[in-house]
């Protein structure tokens, strides 16, 4: 078998990884494979179109709702003026539901009317409740961030309350708006900050990233798997799978990774512990800092294997492995939060948006996988995944002589576990067949005395009645001869 052969369910081109709008970015599944930019300019333009034809379809049903009603008048002749006034106030109130339809489906809608925003000035009961030590924190670390930047500082503190407060009023909306009000904010503001600020580009992204954690602390128990998504499911859809591929082995996936060594196999832990640790940050940025360091871990163990640098094609394969072996928890809400609510510049570009997006084609690849991917036959696959059988663990004789002996033990102990398990799968199969027979054969001896029981059925008669005494009366003349009397002969 070839090493071509045996990576083509695995090998990802990196081209694929970019946004198929060609902009150079990298692109994302969750975003149809475009850039956050190129999807958002996608989103709002099909939006736009809705919007116009929403608002074409109003206008024509306003029309022939004012033909009819024109022709319905005309017919009636002259009416009195009691009657003109009132037929003067239904076109007056119809025109001003026609005004409230098209104002509703423009697209300044979104920007909300002055009452509003007066409205979300107002401090809610839910930016003043008593906040966690950790909001605490951050709020204190972002106000003293933003002393250094005096007048700029304190606009953007302003922006930032007033969005925060603005939330507050728009939690009844979808996931999906709430996450592109939050884009919206994040390029306005750092569009306002390079424009009229003249900030530099580098702490333009320090400030987003502040920006970022700041709002992202307050925000995260609201938009972080809602109950209005299915994300939960998808979540438990993914561990599910996950658990049901426990059998996967690193060969299958050619993973050029040897756990043997104990710098490796260090590495592989780490590289475990980051991608479950990435479900303890409520910031995006944190999260794709857990995939990062998870990610360079992975390269170093890859490194420290071959002695020599890493490529792509060794990088996916064990990423995959990484995730197989550590399921981490809640992994397509984490996903989707990032996706949703981190700085898109970070995901567009950058390491953190390479690993992230080889991330979720790790995920999408796992969620695909089949017998084909693994090189395996269907019967195969399909008893691994039952769990009837599992993969024949490596023997001894393979072992490398520099192997770790606990390693060793270790798998002498797994394949002794298995014939064991293999073996009372035979013995409780067994015992249940012979089980069956049991039933059968007392079920077979109870047929045969039944029919035997029918064809000779027992009679039972009377008692007979006791015979009377031979020396007592023969009181019912039953026809004895009477007894013997003694005589005496003379002799």
């Not at 520099?402 to 799968?425: F, H, I, P, T, W």
Request: net charge neutral.
């Amino acid at each position: 078998m070839s090493l071509k052969s045996e990576r083509r369910g695995i090998h990802v081109d990196q081209s694929e990884l970019l946004c198929k709008k060609g902009c150079g970015y990298y692109g994302n599944p969750a975003w149809q494979g475009f850039c956050s930019k190129c999807w958002r300019e996608e989103y709002h333009k099909a939006r736009q179109k809705q919007i116009q034809e929403d608002w074409e379809l109003a206008e024509r049903l306003q029309r022939e709702e004012e033909e009819a009603f024109a022709s319905s008048q005309s017919s009636q002749g002259a009416q009195s003026l009691t009657f003109s006034k009132f037929e003067e106030k239904k076109t007056n109130e119809k025109t001003r539901k026609v005004t409230t339809v098209k104002k509703f489906f423009s697209a300044s809608s979104r920007a909300g009317s002055k009452k509003e925003i007066q409205e979300a000035k107002a401090p809610s009961p839910s930016i003043n409740r008593q906040t966690s030590i950790e909001t605490d924190r951050v709020s204190k670390e972002f106000i003293e961030f933003l002393k250094t930047f005096h007048k700029t500082g304190q606009e953007i503190y302003k922006q930032t309350k007033l969005f925060l407060e603005g939330m507050h009023y728009k939690r009844d909306l979808s996931i999906e708006e709430q996450s592109e009000c939050a884009q919206d904010f994040y390029h306005n503001v750092a569009e306002r900050m390079q424009t009229r600020g003249k900030v530099p580009p580098e702490r333009v992204e320090k400030i987003m990233d502040q920006i970022e954690k700041y709002i992202m602390t307050r925000l995260y128990k609201y938009v972080f798997c809602p109950e209005t998504t299915d994300d939960e499911k998808k979540d438990l859809a993914i561990q599910k799978r996950i658990r049901a591929l426990r059998w996967v082995t690193p060969q299958m996936l050619c993973v050029p990774v040897n756990e043997d060594i104990p710098e490796v196999s260090d590495m592989v832990v780490k590289a475990i512990t980051d991608i479950i640790e990435m479900d303890s940050k409520r910031v995006p940025r944190d999260k794709l800092a857990c995939i990062t360091k998870c990610s360079k871990h992975i390269f170093n163990a890859i490194k420290i294997t071959k002695n020599e640098p890493a490529s792509a094609d060794d990088f996916l394969p064990t990423l995959i492995y990484i995730v197989l072996k550590g399921n981490p928890p809640r992994l397509q809400s984490n996903i989707q939060y990032i996706t949703r609510f981190c700085n898109p510049s970070r995901l567009m570009t950058g390491e953190d948006g390479y690993y992230f997006t080889n991330l979720c084609c790790a995920v999408a690849f796992i969620e695909k996988l089949d017998a084909q991917s693994l090189n395996l036959s269907q019967e195969d696959f399909d008893r691994y995944m039952s769990g009837q059988t599992s993969p024949r663990k490596q023997e001894a004789e393979s072992w490398s002589p520099d192997a770790c002996l606990g390693v060793k033990q270790m798998y002498k102990n797994l394949d002794l576990l298995s014939q064991l398990n293999e073996r009372q799968e035979r013995i409780m199969n067994e015992a249940k067949k012979l089980e069956k027979d049991l039933i059968d054969w007392t079920d077979g001896i109870a047929r045969e005395v039944q029919d035997i029981v029918e064809k000779y059925p027992l009679e039972i008669k009377p008692p007979n009645q006791p015979l009377a005494a031979i020396d007592s009366e023969n009181v019912e003349n039953d026809k004895l001869p009477p007894p013997l009397q003694p005589q005496v002969y003379a002799g």
